[in-house]
Each structure stands twice: as C-alpha cells, then as structure tokens.
C-alpha cells in the first residue's frame, strides 16, 4: 500500500534555508507535489515534479527527487515568517491514470521561523 | 480565474439537521473531489467525480451525499452528522483525473453538536 512519510516538525532561523524531508514507497507515483497549509486554511499548490525528473526549481523553492532512495525533498531560501505553515508532500498512488484516487498526503510537516 | 471557492467557512450544525457544502471552480477543469481533514491530521479522500460522475468514492458513511449538477459545482449533502464528522471539508479540481495537480479550495470548517 501506499505509504508517505514525513518529520511532523522543522525549525529554522529567519534568512536560514529550510529543507523538508519526505519518503514515499509507491515506486511508480507519476508526480510528486509539495502543498502549503496555514493555519486555518485550505492547501496551496507550491510545486511538484515529474517522476522523471531529478531536480525542479522555482524562485525560492527546489525540489530534489531522488528515485532510487525513494525520497523527495523541498528546499526553501531564505525563509521567510510567512514561510511558517504545514508543508504536506503528496503522490499519485500507481495505476490510477493520475487523479483518479485522489492524493495520498504524508502527515505534514511543521515549518517553525525562529527570529 | 484560478480559485476554487466554498461555502459557507464555517458551518455549525445538530445531528438532526440537513445541510450542503457547495464548491465551485471556473478553471474549466473536469475532475473535483472532496477531502476531509481532521485537526493535525493530513486531508483524507472522500470523493472524486470524473465529468461529472461520481467515480470514486472512499466508503464514506451514506450521511454524506455527494452531487455534481454540472462541470463547476460540487456539492456535498449532510444529513444526520455524528459529532466526529466536526472536520475541515476541503474541495478540490483538476484538469481531469489524468492530470493530479489539484487545486484546493480554503475549505468549510463543520462542527456537529
């Protein structure tokens, strides 16, 4: 079954980068996505990538896929307060033609700014 | 217009009353579902509609009724609530089922009395 796995807490320093950890075990998920939750809130699309891919980045943001290992990861420079939310990883479970079962979602990590 | 919008934010209910979430995108996209997510907890699949037609759905209690009238709106009856259904309702589109990159809506934050 599909399993998604994450710290449920990360603190960094304002102006440090933050790097979020997650590993997944469906070998065959197509995308990979990194989701943002403030408190209160719904989910924000902050990126994804391709199975394919090693590496995607985006202004302050880089995602490392490392396939082999099964292990995705999110780095954001200079972190930011507005930075402070749940960071959620998510695939695509196998043989589902994408969307078609929903996301599978690790259990979120807390992303804490310390000044 | 790349929003997905719910209503109402908040919604207090009684077990024995009959209420609806309603979602709407107008990105043209093909595919929504509805996740529920409870306090510190990852969002859980409850359902997906494919062109409008109920293509999943994640054995969810019969007292949730989901309804696509057309390609922008979702709804999800409620009826007869227990209090551990109290959760964040969040809604969400794709382009369609083949494409997963979902975007969410701020979801509905229920509370069952």
């Known amino acids: 079954g599909e399993d998604v796995e994450q710290s449920l807490f990360l603190s960094v320093r304002e102006g440090d980068s933050s790097v979020i950890n997650c590993t997944y075990t469906?070998?065959?998920?197509?995308?990979l996505y990194w989701y943002k939750q403030e408190p209160g809130a719904g989910l924000q699309l902050l990126t994804y990538i391709f199975s394919n891919m090693d590496m995607k980045q985006d202004q302050r943001l880089t995602v490392l896929l490392n396939k082999k290992d099964k292990h995705l990861s999110l780095r954001i420079a200079d972190t930011q307060t507005g930075d402070s939310a749940i960071y959620f990883c998510?695939?695509?479970?196998?043989?589902?033609?994408?969307?078609?079962?929903?996301?599978?979602f690790g259990k979120g990590t807390h992303l804490i700014i310390q000044p | 217009d790349t929003e997905v919008t719910q209503t109402p934010k908040h919604l207090v209910m009684g077990m024995t009353n009959k209420k609806s979430l309603k979602c709407e995108q107008h990105m043209g996209h093909r595919a929504m579902y509805w996740y529920k997510q409870k306090a510190k907890k990852p969002p859980e699949l409850m359902f997906v509609?494919?062109?409008?037609?109920?293509?999943i759905n994640e054995s969810v209690p019969s007292r949730f009724s989901p309804e696509c009238p057309n390609s922008s709106l979702l709804n999800l009856h409620l009826h007869a609530l227990q209090p551990e259904d109290s959760a964040l309702y969040l809604c969400?589109?794709?382009?369609?089922?083949?494409?997963?990159?979902?975007?969410f809506g701020p979801g509905t934050r229920l509370t069952v009395l």
């Open positions: 509609y494919s062109y409008e037609k109920l293509s």
């Open positions: 469906d070998s065959s998920s197509t995308y």
């Open positions: 998510a695939e695509t479970p196998s043989g589902s033609g994408g969307g078609a079962d929903g996301l599978t």
């Open positions: 969400a589109s794709s382009q369609d089922v083949l494409y997963n990159e979902q975007f």
